[in-house]
């Protein structure tokens, strides 16, 4: 199992430019995140989805859409990056409730917006 | 709301010693709380989960303990080494709206 495998690693992106980050995960999970990681900050929470076809809001989801068309991927969307949006972007997936929350995490996207 | 507080921010301590890392947490309605480990530059890895009907969970020379009541956990690692040097998170699950709320995490570092 590759568990929970993010693309791009790494990304440079100019004021204005729109990408999308792709996350998958293999372990038939029904819960996935997205979170940013900024120095003293912590990890915070952007979106999230329960399951195929559901998305919600996490604490900081202000200039980010995300898609969850099929179970195993996440996808997360900047229409118009900005040089605050400058982060560590993690993926993470966990099975729904009634078993083990564990959560697992994928590598990580670094993302730098000149 | 939520908060999960862990002190220290960081920690530099020498070889063998036997330490521990604290996490605070304001709500005590949590489903369970999972300690993490991030190398620099890397994802995270999940250490233990405590469910929140437990009271510790133990793995080779790591020992996590949950109290609930007080809003507290522990990490304790023993005998440690220059491998574990690194940050150490620690995350819970929210009870009423199943969000996961991270520390900001300690940074261990071990002596030679």
């Known amino acids: 199992n590759a568990g929970v495998t993010q693309t791009p690693k790494f990304r440079v992106l100019k004021t204005g430019q729109s990408m999308t980050l792709l996350c998958a995960q293999d372990m038939n999970h029904e819960y996935m995140y997205w979170y940013r990681q900024d120095p003293g900050m912590g990890l915070r929470l952007i979106h999230y989805s329960v399951g195929e076809g559901t998305t919600a809001k996490g604490e900081v989801p202000d200039g980010y859409n995300v898609s969850r068309l099929k179970k195993q991927n996440f996808l997360l969307g900047l229409e118009s990056a900005a040089p605050s949006q400058t982060s560590v972007y993690f993926c993470?997936?966990?099975?729904?409730?009634?078993?083990?929350?564990?959560?697992?995490f994928g590598p990580g996207t670094r993302l730098t917006v000149l | 709301k939520q908060e999960v507080t862990q002190i220290p921010a960081a920690l530099s301590v020498p070889e063998g010693e036997n330490l521990v890392l604290n996490c605070s947490f304001t709500?005590?309605?949590?489903?369970?709380l999972q300690w993490f480990r991030q190398d620099p530059g890397k994802g995270l890895t999940s250490l233990l989960l405590i469910q929140s009907s437990q009271r510790e969970q133990t793995s080779g020379r790591l020992n996590a303990s949950l109290d609930k009541s007080s809003g507290r956990s522990t990490l304790y690692i023993a005998a440690s080494q220059p491998g574990d040097s690194a940050t150490y998170l620690c995350a819970v699950r929210r009870a009423r709206d199943d969000k996961i709320i991270f520390g900001k995490g300690t940074r261990l570092h071990i002596l030679p």
């Open positions: 709500d005590s309605a949590i489903y369970n």
């Open positions: 993470a997936s966990s099975r729904m409730a009634g078993g083990p929350f564990e959560q697992f």
